[in-house]
């Protein structure tokens, strides 16, 4: 008689290995149009900016902080809706639904705010279409913030409810190297064209984006779930989410890397383009490389696609040998190489090597960081205190780009970029050596449970769960 076949389990759901297959497929596609997409608001929007005249604290508030302060007070909220809801859809998939068309019309708006801005200006007779066009990208940010954070939070609850806890880490390598594959089509061929074609390019962005989630959310199923708690006045919903996810030191400490390393990339991704290129408005600044757009976004592109084989490696280590200690080498790793990029980049080709260094070590630590949360949050409330350690990392994207914009306006020079990313790494790295010594004291590989959760099955996601 021949073995059965090999079935995976998650929930109430129940894969072939074909099956499973299959529903990555659905997975990572979304993600690979998702990751072009994201790349707009963080590559698009600061040049946009800065076109528009906008100071560098200014660039840092509306492509940083405000993205993070919304996100701050939305997170919450998102956690405790999606883990509650039971519909035909499931728990997640309702909201990515809604949220889809909105982001859609923010990026639709966002890809014509000069010709918009230039139209309102005429229509009103007002003198400074700069200022207009800045408000307009505000305002379209505010929208494309609101959704997309409804996006990107349900999203990553939908992987722990569809994926198996077994091959968590391999999938998390898959969805970080399609991602990265995503950023390298982006910088590659589009970001270069920036100047010339940027309506296309949003729009060009968004229906790839929008058609692939919408194939998500009829292709992707959710199992059934327990029935939610009796529901609480509000007040006493966000005593109990509060108390639940910010009483214990360890979940701060688990929260903590999020803090640190958002608060080292985000400065990156908003202010690199400036050090790589000639940005304008520079008057006093030392000398930048002076690369063209086209040129930097080949080298960011080539950063990108060097970590595909990165994620794809990290993956069975991850299973291997716990995201923990793998999160532990790859934020070591990035503040190392942070540091190198201050000391050593002169010119255009060491500005790739030590960028392409630099971006190998973070695929390390960003293969392992996504499976470090399935293993060490409770999963019966996995979206609440998801978005509790959302709140940290956002807490970090909304104070460091302010403040490294400022440090930058103060120093002038846009390489003191990579000595404040390097700082933050070094606290991230610290702080994982500070997590991982708890998580040892729980009981480590051997019978560690989420604290305040004991009696959760490990590895469960609801019931059936085995």
């Known amino acids: 008689m021949t073995a059965p076949p090999k079935t995976y389990r998650v929930g109430t759901l129940v894969y072939t290995s074909r099956a499973l297959l299959i529903v990555m ?12 997409m994201e790349q707009l608001p963080t590559s698009l929007v600061p040049l946009q900016l800065r076109w528009a005249t906008a100071s560098d604290t200014l660039i840092g508030f509306v492509s940083g902080s405000l993205p993070a302060v919304l996100g701050i007070l939305l997170n919450p909220i998102i956690g405790v809706q999606s883990d509650r809801h039971r519909g035909r859809l499931g728990r997640r998939r ?5 949220a889809t068309p909105l982001v859609m019309v923010a990026l639709f708006c966002l890809g014509f705010a000069k010709p918009a801005s230039t139209w309102i200006a005429g229509v009103v007779g007002a003198t400074s279409v700069a200022a207009l066009e800045i408000g307009w990208i505000g305002g379209c940010m505010v929208v494309f913030v609101v959704a997309n954070t409804y996006i990107m939070q349900v999203y990553q609850f939908l992987f722990v409810d569809v994926i198996p806890a077994e091959v968590m880490g391999k999938f998390v390598g898959c969805y970080r190297a399609v991602g990265a594959l995503g950023a390298f089509v982006f910088h590659r061929y589009m970001f270069g064209q920036a100047e010339s074609q940027t309506a296309l390019i949003y729009v060009l962005s968004a229906v790839l984006y929008g058609v692939s989630f919408f194939l998500l959310i009829w292709k992707v199923k959710e199992g059934d779930y327990e029935e939610p708690p009796p529901k609480e006045s509000l007040a006493k919903t966000m005593k109990s989410y509060f108390t639940e996810c910010f009483s214990n030191p360890f979940y701060l400490k688990t929260y903590s890397l999020a803090f640190c390393f958002w608060s080292a990339v985000v400065p990156l991704w908003t202010f690199l383009v400036f050090f790589g290129t000639k940005p304008g408005q520079n008057l006093g600044y030392a000398p930048t490389l002076g690369l063209s757009l086209e040129d930097f976004g080949h080298a960011r592109g080539w950063c990108s696609l060097v970590q595909v084989p990165v994620f794809f490696m990290v993956g069975p280590l991850v299973d291997r040998f716990h995201p923990l200690r793998v999160g532990m080498v790859g934020m070591l790793l990035s503040s190392a190489t942070f540091f190198a990029n201050f000391f050593f980049v002169h010119d255009e080709g060491s500005f ?17 960081y996504l499976a470090i949360l399935p293993r060490l949050l409770p999963r019966s409330k996995y979206g609440q205190f998801f978005t509790a350690n959302q709140i940290f990392g956002f807490a970090g994207v909304a104070l460091a ?3 490294c914009g400022g440090l930058l306006e103060s120093v002038k020079d846009y390489r003191f970029i990579y000595a404040w990313c390097g700082a933050c790494t070094l606290a991230g790295f610290f702080m994982c050596v500070f997590l991982y010594r708890h998580w040892m004291r729980l009981g480590g590989d051997v019978s560690y449970r989420p604290p305040g959760f004991e009696k959760e099955a490990q590895g469960s996601s609801g019931p059936a769960a085995h």
């Not at 497929?25 to 072009?36: E, P, V």
């Not at 309702?94 to 809604?98: K, T």
């Not at 790739?352 to 392992?368: C, E, P, R, S």
Request: charged content about 5%.
């Open 401 to 403: 780009p302010v403040l």
């Open 94 to 98: 309702p909201f990515l639904l809604g």
């Open 352 to 368: 790739t090597f030590w960028l392409i260094t630099n971006f190998i070590a973070q695929a390390v630590y960003m293969g392992a």
């Open 25 to 36: 497929f659905w997975m990572l596609l979304g993600d690979l149009c998702l990751q072009i």
